[in-house]
């Protein structure tokens, strides 16, 4: 098992399937079909779990859980990323077993969240109209408000 490193790498995954748990989330994506080399994995955990102790206690949870469980559950060809939650600080390991086999076995049968819909990077989506009230000048004083609000 192999390990992603670069921000590529994880960039592609996330593109790919979601699954997720209690302690984790994790994603995965197939590289190309006639690449059969072992199953490729990253770990992050981000700065909402809290601080670097807590992240870093996260990862080494998820890179045991990955080392101990992943040879048998993993399948060749593909990447996957865990994303640590702060659940996964608090489980029992072996909550964290089962939900990891869990969600390999989800994965392999096709069961899985569907994507979240992301806006489009040209903006196109920006010349709608809002149900969102227009903010008045932050520069404008309580006179200047009232008086934009009046015109």
Not at 74 to 98: C, Q, R, T
Request: proline share 7%; aromatic share 4%; net charge positive.
């Amino acid at each position: 098992m192999l390990r992603l490193k670069k921000r590529s790498e994880f960039l592609t995954a996330a593109k790919g399937v979601r699954l997720s748990r209690r302690g984790f989330v994790l994603q995965a994506v197939r590289r190309l079909p006639e690449d059969d080399k072992p199953a490729r994995v990253g770990f992050t955990v981000t700065k909402k779990v809290g601080n670097a102790v807590v992240r870093n206690r996260v990862k080494r949870r998820l890179r045991e859980l990955a080392r101990l469980h992943g040879p048998d559950h993993l399948s060749n060809g593909w990447d996957y990323v865990l994303i640590g939650k702060l659940g996964g600080l608090h489980l029992p390991f072996e909550g964290m077993i089962a939900d990891f086999k869990g969600c390999t076995r989800d994965l392999a049968r096709g069961k899985t969240e569907p994507q979240r819909k992301r806006r489009p990077k040209d903006g196109s989506d920006r010349g709608q109209k809002s149900n969102k009230p227009t903010r008045p000048d932050p520069g404008a004083g309580p006179k200047e408000q009232s008086a934009q609000k009046s015109h």
